[in-house]
């Protein structure tokens, strides 16, 4: 299993870009990078997923370096609503999805 | 796309009652389903994942028992509930073979008293 860090919490502002940074060092091949974002009293939501370089959706874009042993997850002009909790997960998508494990996540306080 | 129901949103119980939680997944055959749980301000952690009926592997030992009598049902259960398994339960559900993930249900948070 790939474990990965993440800062515990993170403070920014209405309308500012935040990146949140997760750490993989033991990240195998056939590894996929994912991002979710939960809410309180919610199931985390999917919000991106990428195997290398840069992905953008509609709501976020993903870097991964070469060496893909960190991934940054960007979310552009934040607001209010954007406070959550993100979760980074790494795993082998083929593999059924049982070696996918949530750490505590990044906590996000958007403030005004 | 995949839905996922899952109920009863909320649930007090009593210790040493039973606990039955219903999953039920629409939108796609043969899914991998799971069932997580979240203490309060803690990460997730993977309790059970069944990848087809009648097979169910257990991540952590428990007093509680999961079971996935059709393809698209997955049962969480307890014959004696503990304090300690007061959370916040979530099932979810990827596709066989890859995708792009987990898609979550609602969850149920559950108090023993």
């Known amino acids: 299993l790939a474990k990965t860090t993440q800062p515990i919490s993170m403070d920014s502002y209405e309308g500012q870009e935040v990146n949140i940074t997760c750490s993989h060092n033991?990240?195998?091949?056939?590894?996929?990078i994912t991002w979710y974002q939960q809410f309180p009293s919610q199931g985390p939501r999917f919000i991106i997923q990428?195997?290398?370089t840069k992905v953008t959706n509609e709501v976020a874009s993903l870097f991964i370096p070469a060496d893909r042993k960190s991934s940054t997850l960007s979310l552009p002009r934040v607001s209010l609503s954007d406070t959550a909790v993100y979760y980074c997960?790494?795993?082998?998508?083929?593999?059924?999805?049982?070696?996918?494990?949530f750490g505590p996540g990044t906590r996000l306080s958007v403030l005004p | 796309s995949q839905t996922i129901h899952q109920w009863p949103a909320t649930l007090v119980q009593p210790v040493g009652s039973p606990l039955s939680l219903e999953c039920t997944v629409e939108?796609?055959?043969?899914?991998?389903l799971y069932w997580y749980r979240q203490a309060a301000g803690r990460g997730l952690q993977l309790l059970f994942y069944?990848?087809?009926?009648?097979?169910i592997s257990s991540e952590v030992p428990q007093n509680l028992s999961a079971s996935r009598p059709q393809d698209r049902q997955f049962i969480l259960s307890s014959k004696k509930l503990l304090l300690s398994d007061s959370g916040f339960y979530l099932c979810?559900?990827?596709?066989?073979?890859?995708?792009?993930?987990?898609?979550f249900g609602s969850g149920t948070r559950l108090t023993v008293v």
């Open positions: 979810a559900t990827s596709k066989q073979g890859g995708g792009y993930g987990y898609t």
């Open positions: 033991n990240i195998a091949t056939n590894d996929y």
């Open positions: 990428g195997y290398k």
């Open positions: 997960l790494v795993g082998d998508m083929s593999d059924y999805g049982q070696n996918f494990v």
């Open positions: 939108g796609t055959s043969n899914p991998n």
């Open positions: 069944s990848v087809g009926i009648g097979q």
